[in-house]
């Protein structure tokens, strides 16, 4: 097949989501170089950021462009990995077995403290805000902590256990506001070391630890944006790791990235690029894992935030790339800023959710509103 096949199926393909190469629209895009065309069909989402990465192609407004993209259904038509090899090899292999368990800190969430201070709020939390009644970042990810240990009912001198605490902002805002006593758990050495001073002085203990390792009983425990790092072949596991470390009349919050299909691997670009080992439950893999070891109280979804979310983050670097500059290389930036977007515009077309899941253990007695 010749270029111009490639090229006429492209634009076609990108017609039917209303952009147009070369357009006047913010979504439309300009083409650098012509490979791009050969690479969108034969290698999809990972010709799609590879390209980007290198410069072969733009779009004003990328977000807007994978939002149409995704709304579209164009991604379904471009061929890559076929969907049933790549999500084969989550099925075969437990891709987030103990062994590999810290990969993903090595890979991504070590990539530098100073590149994660230049994007996050002021307390660095890496997962979605919650914009009800906040207009800026700092307002929405207290906004989305307050709801989180709302849910939980928190009272003073209660334990606490955090699984994948990342750089310690919710344990501290649980010690501070709430009167309780945080274990954060996190595979990533940086996050360990910058939580440590994060939460000094108050009743917080940072483990550099896999959640398989776990000790101790706790009165709450809760997860925020770690889950999809636990695959589908552990994901009955880590219910009854959170059953064995709750108390009786304990209750557990999960807050989680959905997919609305059941897989079990991650598309080959964000694999390769930002979250090796990662895959996304869905809804069913959730409640199947959970069932018989939990009680769910309610379920929450509001992944439209997480595109305010992304898009301010996208905004903070954006703003400090001169200063990230001499240690993060324009190839590294247009990769984050392609991850930061494409996400954005996803989770805009809802193509990807957000859900926090509020369990019991064993049943809560008489009514409870639950905080939204």
Not at 66 to 91: D, H, Q, T
Not at 245 to 260: V, Y
Request: charged share 20%; aromatic share 12%.
């Amino acid at each position: 097949m010749g270029d111009f096949f490639f090229q006429h199926k492209v634009k076609q393909l990108l017609a039917d989501a209303g952009i147009t190469v070369d357009g006047r629209d913010p979504w439309d895009i300009t083409v650098h170089d012509n490979r791009f065309y050969r690479r969108i069909l034969l290698e999809a989402h990972l010709g799609a950021g590879e390209s980007y990465m290198d410069g072969w192609w733009d779009s004003p407004q990328l977000d807007e462009f994978f939002y149409r993209i995704l709304r579209a259904g164009v991604e379904k038509k471009v061929s890559g990995v076929p969907r049933f090899l790549n999500g084969l090899i989550g099925k075969v292999t437990n891709l987030q077995n103990p062994a590999r368990a810290y990969i993903v800190g090595d890979t991504h969430y070590n990539i530098g403290n100073d590149l994660y201070a230049a994007m996050l709020d002021r307390r660095m939390i890496y997962s979605c805000a919650y914009w009800n009644n906040a207009s800026t970042l700092d307002e929405a990810q207290e906004e989305k902590l307050r709801l989180v240990f709302d849910k939980l009912m928190l009272k003073p001198g209660m334990s606490l256990l955090d699984i994948g605490c990342g750089w310690g902002g919710a344990a501290r805002f649980a010690a501070e506001h709430y009167g309780v006593t945080v274990t954060g758990l996190t595979i990533s050495s940086e996050q360990a070391k910058l939580a440590r001073e994060h939460c000094s002085g108050l009743p917080v203990e940072i483990k550099l630890t896999d959640y398989r390792d776990t000790k101790g009983m706790y009165d709450r425990i809760y997860s925020i944006g770690m889950f999809e790092h636990v695959g589908l072949k552990n994901y009955r596991k880590y219910f009854q790791i959170v059953r064995n470390h709750l108390a009786p009349d304990g209750l557990f919050l999960l807050h989680t990235i959905g997919s609305n299909r059941s897989g079990s691997n991650t598309d080959s670009w964000t694999s390769k690029y930002i979250f090796p080992n990662s895959m996304l439950p869905s809804a069913n893999q959730i409640t199947a894992a959970a069932e018989g070891m939990l009680i769910l109280e309610d379920w929450h979804s509001f992944g439209h935030d997480y595109y305010h979310t992304l898009k301010a983050w996208n905004r903070n670097i954006e703003h400090n790339r001169a200063a990230l500059a001499p240690i993060y290389d324009e190839r590294f930036h247009r990769m984050w800023r392609y991850y930061l977007l494409s996400a954005a515009g996803s989770f805009r077309a809802r193509h990807v959710q957000l859900w926090q899941l509020l369990y019991s253990r064993n049943g809560m007695e008489g009514s409870f509103k639950v905080p939204r």
